[in-house]
């Protein structure tokens, strides 16, 4: 069954290091998503990506996050001078044309010390 | 701004009961809603979307339900199971298109005991 993959599952960094969290959606999706969980609280919104453009993003994705789909198959999330209030579950998420349907991968959990 | 909420926060059944979680938005123009599953420290698994234009789904021994008019969805499992002990999610989608994204709720945490 397709699936969202992510990449690493666990990333330790440092207080403003730069971090690329990857990420590969189900093959023929066109709409793809950042959502962040902070230990405890609730998933949410940061970023919508669709035709190698931002649809919409979140007060949240401010200048220090970026979106890229470098080829036909990955997208990553660029987080810049990480803060320690980074520091959360980043969940990708991708769906199809004839669905509102999403899909989740299983995350990656960003620790910034 | 649509906010959900979701009700209990945890609830704690033994194996065999059948039980109801809920669900409820602040915005109706909601266009349709998704239940998730999210296990400890993992990610989400989808388990039903509900469209503006349905009022259930059903997958198995999972039921959802729809009701815009009076901003509430529920999730019915029948005959409860420990596996199913996990986090359950609901989260409505606002916007269509390219604006289309996911608010979700605080979750509902369920452990079903033996």
């Known amino acids: 069954e397709p699936e969202v993959t992510q990449t690493p599952s666990h990333q330790v960094t440092q207080m403003g290091q730069e971090v690329i969290l990857r990420c590969v959606p189900i093959?023929?999706?066109?709409?793809f998503y950042w959502y962040r969980q902070i230990l405890g609280q609730k998933v949410e919104f940061l970023v919508s990506?669709?035709?190698?453009?931002?649809?919409?993003k979140s007060e949240i994705f401010d200048d220090q996050f970026s979106v890229e789909r470098p080829d036909g198959s990955n997208f990553t999330l660029k987080i810049r001078s990480t803060k320690l209030e980074d520091s959360a579950m980043y969940f990708c998420?991708?769906?199809?044309?004839?669905?509102?349907?999403?899909?989740f991968g299983q995350g990656t959990r960003l620790t910034v010390v | 701004k649509q906010e959900v909420t979701q009700i209990p926060a945890a609830l704690s059944v033994p194996e065999g009961e059948n039980l109801v979680l809920n669900c409820s938005f602040t915005?109706?123009?909601?266009?349709?809603l998704q239940w998730f599953r999210q296990d400890p420290g993992k990610g989400l698994t989808s388990l039903l979307l509900?469209?503006?234009?349905?009022r259930e789904q059903t997958s198995g021994r999972l039921n959802a339900s729809l009701d815009k008019s009076s901003g509430r969805s529920t999730l019915y499992i029948a005959a409860s199971q420990p596996g199913d002990s996990a986090t359950y999610l609901c989260?409505?989608?606002?916007?269509?298109?390219?604006?289309?994204?996911?608010?979700f709720g605080t979750g509902t945490r369920l452990q079903v005991t033996l």
């Open positions: 989260a409505g989608g606002v916007g269509t298109g390219t604006a289309s994204k996911l608010t």
């Open positions: 915005d109706s123009a909601i266009y349709n």
């Open positions: 998420a991708s769906r199809g044309t004839g669905s509102y349907e999403a899909f």
């Open positions: 093959s023929n999706h066109l709409y």
């Open positions: 509900i469209q503006s234009s349905q």
């Open positions: 990506f669709y035709n190698n453009e931002i649809s919409e």
